[in-house]
């Protein structure tokens, strides 16, 4: 997470709607019942609370704009969980809006999920996940072409070790390398490539909406070189319009599977 301490109303606007609008009320309260009645001898102060209590109804009113932000917040958390239906939606997300699903769809597995607050700088860390006395860290990786490698899991390892959290999780919207996942086997380290995350949002959905594709159409690697296999149509020969997989790192290497 970033070390940067948020305003307060940007730290309301990450919690419950309901938060806001009670913090709201007992603002008003304080400024317009409690803080007069305890000051009575003080006329420095006196005047300090009499001016509280002219502008009580427009502090408390401040809180609305996170209340209000919360539920917005909280419903493209929503649309972005049930817009999800193939591999290609899930890639055609932005960064931020990618670490928004993958939070939300933590967040249906049944953890508590705390997001980075500031949208800046987040240390490895984008989202901070706690369940049953536990915590576990994030990090995402919205990367459509280049593969995860092993110096970013070697990293968030450090991470995990200069902090109090159990396991830590990297999550793609593409896929890891060979050597990143052989780095992460015996450790406590969970890598989520697009498939899986796509197959983990579809549990979570309210109604399944991602599509079962052929596997002619399903994202896989080169057994050769171990790169993506896209999709392609032949334009010329005997299979001429029809549709095959063939190696993204043609034409280095030319392996097809039909």
């Given at each position: 997470?970033?070390?940067?301490?948020?305003?307060?109303?940007?730290?309301?606007?990450?919690?419950?709607?309901?938060?806001?609008?009670?913090?709201?009320?007992?603002?008003?309260?304080?400024?317009?019942?409690?803080?007069?009645?305890?000051?009575?001898?003080?006329?420095?102060?006196?005047?300090?609370?009499?001016?509280?209590?002219?502008?009580?109804?427009?502090?408390?009113?401040?809180?609305?704009?996170?209340?209000?932000?919360?539920?917005?917040?909280?419903?493209?958390?929503?649309?972005?969980?049930e817009q999800q239906s193939s591999i290609e939606t899930l890639r055609e997300t932005?960064?931020?809006?990618?670490?928004?699903?993958?939070?939300?769809?933590?967040?249906?597995?049944?953890?508590?999920?705390?997001?980075?607050?500031?949208?800046?700088?987040?240390?490895?860390?984008?989202?901070?996940?706690?369940?049953?006395?536990?915590?576990?860290?994030?990090?995402?990786?919205?990367?459509?072409?280049?593969?995860?490698?092993?110096?970013?899991?070697?990293?968030?390892?450090?991470?995990?070790?200069?902090?109090?959290?159990?396991?830590?999780?990297?999550?793609?919207?593409?896929?890891?390398?060979?050597?990143?996942?052989?780095?992460?086997?015996?450790?406590?380290?969970?890598?989520?490539?697009?498939?899986?995350?796509?197959?983990?949002?579809?549990?979570?959905?309210?109604?399944?909406?991602?599509?079962?594709?052929?596997?002619?159409?399903?994202?896989?690697?080169?057994?050769?070189?171990?790169?993506?296999?896209?999709?392609?149509?032949?334009?010329?020969?005997?299979?001429?319009?029809?549709?095959?997989?063939?190696?993204?790192?043609?034409?280095?290497?030319?392996?097809?599977?039909?």
């Open positions: 997470m970033s070390n940067k301490t948020p305003s307060l109303l940007t730290a309301f606007s990450f919690l419950p709607w309901w938060a806001s609008f009670f913090a709201g009320i007992v603002v008003y309260i304080g400024l317009t019942y409690v803080l007069p009645a305890l000051v009575t001898d003080n006329q420095i102060l006196v005047m300090v609370v009499g001016a509280g209590k002219s502008v009580a109804i427009w502090s408390s009113l401040l809180f609305l704009i996170p209340a209000v932000t919360s539920i917005i917040r909280r419903r493209k958390r929503e649309q972005l969980v932005s960064w931020s809006d990618f670490e928004v699903l993958v939070g939300e769809v933590f967040r249906r597995k049944g953890f508590r999920v705390q997001e980075n607050m500031s949208g800046g700088a987040d240390g490895g860390i984008d989202l901070l996940l706690l369940k049953e006395g536990e915590s576990h860290i994030v990090q995402c990786k919205q990367w459509r072409k280049s593969k995860v490698g092993v110096p970013i899991v070697r990293e968030m390892f450090g991470v995990l070790k200069a902090s109090s959290a159990k396991s830590v999780y990297v999550v793609s919207s593409g896929h890891f390398t060979k050597e990143a996942i052989a780095f992460a086997a015996d450790l406590p380290i969970t890598l989520i490539n697009g498939d899986e995350l796509l197959t983990l949002t579809e549990e979570v959905q309210s109604s399944a909406k991602i599509k079962s594709v052929s596997p002619i159409l399903s994202p896989a690697l080169c057994p050769k070189c171990d790169s993506d296999l896209v999709k392609r149509v032949a334009k010329k020969g005997p299979q001429k319009g029809n549709e095959f997989l063939g190696c993204s790192s043609f034409p280095k290497c030319r392996y097809i599977q039909n």
